[in-house]
Nanobody, 125 residues
Framework: VQLQASGGGLVQAGDSLRLSCAAS????????LGWFRQAPGAEREFVAA????????FYTDSVQGRFTISRDRAKNTVYLQMNSLKPEDTAVYYC???????????????????WGQGTQVTVSS
């Protein structure tokens, strides 16, 4: 599985960004595709995930209502639409893939075995 993340940048608080993750190397049936982020000096944390089959979505509380994860199965791409960005959203964002994952494990970093390179998101106040 290969994952290519893009779309990061420098924005002001309140602005929006859309991250993309182009995936290849699998049909992704049964997979979850997720976004994690890592701020300087902090651990990598779960942001959002989507079940490739069925499209069920999952979010961490701090982004619920502001971020939306979606997928385009024809393009094998997962998106993270980020609205109302805050300075605390500043981090490197990573996309990741997990095969045959159960819902209770979808927020767990170790469930994901394939990772893309990160894309930097910086939100200025």
């Amino acid at each position: 599985v290969q994952l290519q993340a893009s779309g990061g940048g420098l924005v002001q608080a309140g602005d929006s960004l859309r991250l993309s993750c182009a995936a290849s190397g699998s049909t992704f049936s049964g997979f979850a595709l997720g976004w994690f982020r890592q701020a300087p000096g902090a651990e990598r944390e779960f942001v959002a995930a989507i079940k490739w089959t069925g499209g069920a979505t999952f979010y961490t509380d701090s982004v619920q209502g502001r971020f939306t994860i979606s997928r385009d199965r024809a393009k094998n791409t997962v998106y993270l639409q980020m609205n109302s960005l805050k300075p605390e959203d500043t981090a490197v964002y990573y996309c990741a893939a997990a095969p045959r994952i159960i819902n209770s494990a979808i927020r767990v970093l170790s469930s994901y075995g394939d990772w893309g390179q990160g894309t930097q998101v910086t939100v200025s106040s």
